[in-house]
Each structure stands twice: as structure tokens, then as C-alpha cells.
């Protein structure tokens, strides 16, 4: 790991705080209603399973495989599907986990993806928004951190599937 290109963001303690509070907020808004997670693979998988617990009440997991990515920091713009959701969703109070809404494609194909199947609701988490790298208006319910126009490595999301592990956020300066 090449920690000195790493410069810490937001902290261990400060995402673990924050999840706290967005989770009574999701819960608040759901009531006693159970919920489908759907996580997006693989970068949502550490702030699904902090998110999940912070919510509580009844709720399933699902997942989603989604690459957008091809190894390198720029969005490519192109969303492939990798793994698809193992039960329909209809009728569902469905919330889509993403680690990160940058450019929006992937949340806004998801989106389109999952509203044809007929969920009772579909809303968004996502633990980051880099709101001045939009190319799409993207509609995110529910957002942990809104940070700068940086790439960022640690919490569940990578850098050429290097990074993943790494316990806070920092931004990676190559
Ligand atoms: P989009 O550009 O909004 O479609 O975001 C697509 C995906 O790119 C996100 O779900 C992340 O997996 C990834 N991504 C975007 N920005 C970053 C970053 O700063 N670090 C790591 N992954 C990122
Ligand atoms: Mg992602």
C-alpha cells in the first residue's frame, strides 16, 4: 500500500458517527415498513453493512454487481451489469446503497433498471456525493458526506481493487 500518496478525509470516527444519524433519518422515513437494501458491488459493501445495522427494523440484503470502472479514475460512462438482484423486488420499499454518486450514470441507470420492475418505492443512500462532477441530474434521497471534486480510495472504495480495507476515507493523489 503506497500510503503517502493517502491523506485522510473523513475519518473512522466521523463516518461512524454520521451513519448513526442517517440511519435513524432512513428508519424515520420507512417507519415499521420493512426495506430492501440493494448494495451496489462492490464498493458499498462496508457502508452497507454499517448502514444496515443503523437502520435496523425489518429489512432484506440484496446486491447488485455494477461496473462502471475500468481500473483508471475517470468514469467511462459505460454501466455493466455483472450480477443481477437474485429475488424480484415488486411491491418493495427498495433502497439502492451506492459508496459513491460522481458523474450520476450509475445511479441513474440503476435507477431506470429497477423502476421498471415495480417497487412500492425506490430511493438512494449513498455515503458520497461529488456533486460538481455531475454529467446527469441524479436524484440521491439520502447522502453521508458531500465532498470535492477528488478520487478517493478506503471504506469500500478502490483504486484498481487495492484500497477497499482501508478503515476511513482519504483521497488518493497519484
Ligand atoms: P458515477 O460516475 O456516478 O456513475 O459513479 C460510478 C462509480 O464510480 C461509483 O459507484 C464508484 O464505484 C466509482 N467512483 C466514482 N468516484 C470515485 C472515487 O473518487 N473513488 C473510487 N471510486 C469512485
Ligand atoms: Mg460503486
Known sequence: MQEERLTTLISSEAIADRIAVLGDEIREVYGGEPITII??????????ADLSRAI??????????????????RSTGVVRITQDLRHPIEGQHCLIVEDIVDT??????LRRMLEVRGPKSLRVA???????????????????????????VGYGLDLGELYRNLPYIAVYSP
Open 56 to 73: 435496523g427494523g425489518d429489512a432484506k440484503i440484496e446486491f447488485l454487481g455494477v461496473s462502471s470502472y475500468h481500473g483508471g479514475t
Open 104 to 109: 450520476g450514470l450509475t445511479i441513474d441507470y
Open 126 to 152: 449513498t455515503l458520497l456525493d461529488k456533486p460538481s462532477n455531475r454529467e446527469i441530474a441524479a436524484e440521491v434521497d439520502f447522502v453521508g458526506f458531500t465532498i470535492p471534486d477528488e478520487f478517493v
Open 39 to 48: 448494495g451496489v458491488l462492490k464498493g458499498s459493501f462496508i457502508f452497507l
